[in-house]
Structures are given as C-alpha cells and as structure tokens.
C-alpha cells in the first residue's frame, strides 16, 4: 500500500514537474520571440502606398536644393541639384556635377539639355525621369507591393533632417532588397539604398546638405537653357516600334517585370555635328525597357559593326549587372539594376527569326 502511495506520489510529482518544464519553456519561447520580434513593423497595403506615393510626388513638388553623393561599387561622385516645380506643376531641374569634367543638366519637365561645355555641345533629349532620386516609382502602378513586403525601421537622420526608414524587401530572388529614408513632414527621399546577399550595401545616393521649400528660382534654370542655344546642339530621338516586326521575341522570363517601352534610339558617341552630317557619329539601336515598378533593366538590340569592337561576357559595377552575347549579326547587351542571375535570364530569353520579306 505505501509502495502504491509512492508510485503514485512519484507519478504525479514527474507530471507537475513536466507542465512545470512545459510552461518555463513556453514563457521563455515568448520571451525570445518578443525580444526578437518587438513589433509586426510590416506596413499595411494602404499605409505602404500612401508612403511610396508621398515620397514619389515630394521629388517632382516640392522646391529643394541640396548636394547629393551617389556611391555604386567603390566609386564616388558628388552633384549639385536644384529643383522647383510651379502651382501646375510644371519641373524645373538643374544638376550640376562637382567632381571630374564640368557637366550640368537641365530639364523642364521631360525635355533635358545636357551640355559639355569643353566641346560647346548640347544633347536635348525627352526622358521620363520618374524613378530618378530623389524620385522613385518607374510607374504609376501598385504592383510593387505585389512583389515587395514594405517595413518600417527606427527612425534616423539625414543631413540635419529627421527621417522615416523603410525596408522594401523582395519575395524573391529576382530583384535586390531597398532601403528608403523619407524626411518626416515632407516625403522627401534623403537617402536610397540597394542592399544584396547579407545587407551588403551595393548602392546609394543620399542628400549630404539640403534645403526644402526654398523659393523658386526657375527663371535662373529658364535663362540657362536659352543662354546654351548657340552651343552645337545634338537632338537624340527615340522612335517608337515594335521588335517583333523585325524578328524578334523575349518572352519575359521572371514575375512581375512588365515591358514599358520600346524604341529606336541612337547609341555612340556624342559630339559636335560634322559639316554636312547633322546627327554626327552614332549608331541606332533597339531598346526595350523593362520595370517592376521599382527597378528595372534594359535590353539593346544592336548590329554587328566594325566600328564598334564588341565581345560576349559579363560584367558588374555596384548593383548594375552586365550580360553581352551574339545572336546571328546582332549583338544583346542587357544592363540592370537586379541580380546577376536576372540578367543572365533576360539574355537568355531573347530570340530572333529571320523576318519574312515584304513583296
């Protein structure tokens, strides 16, 4: 009988002792998941569009001036910006380059005058800067978060200004991570970065001194633009077209990359317009532009010259991957902001049929 009690005394003080154990185990898993885990800081879908929209409509409204560093790779460069923009909304841009050859750039709206003072030349051109900083989205679309979970870090500051920071993070290994920061009141973007494998920052530019709601001085910009119009002037024209009509297909190899244009556009050297030959040395190329709203890349369709020495192979600068290859009397080059690995998939992907000929 006694032996029985103690069976059953033994038994009973191993079950206490166990939901003991079960539930020191279950307070300490707790504990280690809110210690790692404080917060769900993954910003809802409408939360994280009202951001992305604020920041994109503060660079193309707000007036700002400031110095801007970019970073890509081990190389550095500094420019100078100033931006406004009128109650219709009209673009006034002027970027001025504070290492190396002088150049400055200036735009109204999409029309940007590019001059090199050492050869008295102007290149005017119409470009979509949509997605240049401290702009963001390539388009007006929500697909991004269809292909990004969008979280919110501890806030920090950028060139005197308080920041909001935000993780834009891929669901797949197609595009690389970003990290935004967001000056508070405005959405002024003040720092991008594109991050790789192991947070490794391959990217950035970011506001180093900067002032926003400055009084517009788009006139000085106006003036600039009209004091350059006896420079030699080079028109670069981008023809609309449809690669398909002369033999080519890229059936787009990865989710959430959408073809956004497709154009004829000259590609060479830039320079001073020979006596009789007004369009200078260039050759024109196929261009098909690619985005998923955040990043993108470009394919250049281009014939085999010998004027310009080409070879097959890769290439890499900070996030911008290279893939050259040679189909028939063409040559592929595509160039992108992404992993290595999503270039290489572009290349592969395009083909080429020799096109019937019209009687």
């Known amino acids: 009988m006694l ?37 769900d800081n993954t910003l809802n879908r409408r939360d994280a569009t009202a951001w992305l929209n604020k920041i994109h409509k503060a660079a193309q409204r707000e007036n700002y001036v400031g110095t801007l560093i970019y970073q890509r790779g081990s190389v550095m460069h500094a420019s100078r910006i100033q931006h406004y923009s009128d109650l219709v909304n009209n673009e006034y841009e002027r970027l001025e380059t504070l ?14 005058h590019s001059l090199i003072p050492e050869a008295k030349l102007v290149v005017v051109e119409k470009q979509e800067a949509k997605d240049r900083f401290p702009a963001l989205l390539a388009t007006n679309k929500n697909d991004v978060l269809e292909l990004y979970d969008m979280r919110r870090m501890p806030a920090e500051r950028v060139a005197g200004m308080d920041c909001e920071v935000f993780a834009l993070e891929p669901h797949d290994a197609a595009r690389y991570a970003v990290r935004l920061w967001a000056e508070k009141n405005s959405g002024l973007l003040m720092r991008a970065q594109t991050v790789g494998d192991g947070g490794k920052v391959l990217e950035q530019v970011a506001f180093s001194q900067v002032q926003i709601g ?7 910009i106006l003036a600039a633009i009209k004091s350059s119009s006896n420079w030699n002037h ?17 059936a787009v190899p990865l989710k959430g990359f959408q073809k956004i244009r497709e154009v004829r556009r000259p590609l060479g050297e830039l320079r001073a317009s020979a006596p009789g030959n007004s369009r200078g040395q260039v050759f024109e190329v196929l261009q098909v532009v690619y ?41 592929i080059t595509v160039v992108g902001e992404v992993p290595a690995s999503t270039v290489r998939q572009f290349a592969t992907a395009v083909e080429y049929r020799q096109p019937k000929a019209v009687h």
């Open 3 to 39: 032996k029985g009690r103690s069976s059953a005394y033994v038994a009973g003080a191993q079950r206490i002792g166990a939901l003991r154990r079960s539930l020191f185990l279950a307070l300490c898993l707790t504990a280690a998941a809110a210690t790692a885990q404080p917060s």
């Open 214 to 220: 400055v009084p517009s001085e788009k006139q000085r």
């Open 99 to 112: 290492d190396g050859k002088p150049r400055e750039v200036l735009r109204q709206n999409d029309v940007v």
């Open 291 to 331: 985005s998923d709203g955040l990043t993108g890349l470009s394919v250049f369709i281009e014939p085999v010259s010998e004027q310009r020495v080409r070879r097959e192979g890769v290439a890499a600068l900070g996030a911008t991957q290279v893939v050259v290859r040679r189909i028939a009397d063409y040559w």
């Open 234 to 250: 080079y028109e670069v024209n981008y023809q609309p077209t449809n690669i398909a009509d002369e033999g080519w297909t890229i």
